[in-house]
């Protein structure tokens, strides 16, 4: 689904990744767990949660709030919080319909107890836009079908990134759950990343408009999932990246600056970094980059 050189690409960042990693596991440890504020944040915004990045760090972090905000979203930031902070505690867990269930019941509680940590059932139908989840009757057996399914091929032929897209394509298609569905989706994605050894990745709500929403559009009329592919293989880069540099660069510094230094436009570098043609990441939105890149 992917050319054959991007998939080279990562493989060499995920052995360069997996020699620094050794000794400095606590290191890595740190990073992840930095980085929940910002997959919370996003990950809730990308459901329309009206809370900031700054918002989701002071709630985490127990500050108290300069603005009154809804008490379920407060909830939601707390929730997912705690359902990445145990995938990161327990990076390899296999996929079962059991944790799945687990998972949505600490995403839901205190917000919906009555759904929450079960699938869909009776007349339980979601719609989203314009796409209606699965019939309720036959969810569960659709799980199971998509667990199992991903479980027989982990160690197949095919490509990890084309199996984890696949699964996210039709998790999302089938709409297990009558809220969550999205976070819990996005949150498997971390889990499957992190069994096969690489980092969790953050898909960005400010582009969920143009690079995340239009492959849900698309997938259940074409069944053509290379779109997930692309942008997971794009953002896998990026956490690569971001570690591999933390681990070797002297200095990190924002994009802009490095792309002053080196007589780059600010927009062709930034188009760069949204590539992955350079070793950019973000961190807490901005991109930045080690000073010694050239």
Known sequence: MIYQSTKDKIEAFHKQFAVLSKGNEKLLKEIA??????????????????????????????????????????YEAKNLAKITEALLNKPKQKLTIALILDLHKTLLTDIDDSVAGRFRKGKEWVRVGNHLGANPAFVNSLMQELVDNYN?????????????????????????????????????????????????????????????YPLFTNYPVTMKFDGFTQLFATLLQEALNKR???LTAKKIIPL???????????????????????????????????????
């Open 256 to 294: 802009s600056q490095w792309a002053a230094q080196n007589g780059i436009k600010p927009t062709i570098a930034a188009n760069k970094a949204k590539r992955q043609t350079i070793p950019a990441f973000r961190l807490r939105e901005k991109w930045m980059i080690d000073a010694g890149y050239r």
């Open 152 to 212: 027989s091929q982990a160690k197949g032929r095919d490509y990890f990134l084309d199996k984890i897209a696949h699964f996210h394509a039709e998790f999302e298609t089938i709409h297990p759950f009558v809220d969550g569905n999205g976070r819990i989706g996005r949150a498997l994605i971390n889990l499957q990343l992190m069994n096969t050894g690489l980092p969790p990745i953050i898909i960005q709500n400010k582009s969920k408009h143009t690079e995340y």
């Open 33 to 74: 767990l930095a980085e929940i504020p910002e997959m919370v944040y996003n990950s809730n915004a990308i459901e329309n949660s009206t809370l900031t990045l700054e918002d989701t760090e002071k709630i985490l972090s127990g500050s108290e709030l300069n603005r009154k905000v809804n008490v379920r979203e407060v």
């Open 244 to 246: 591999i540099t933390m």
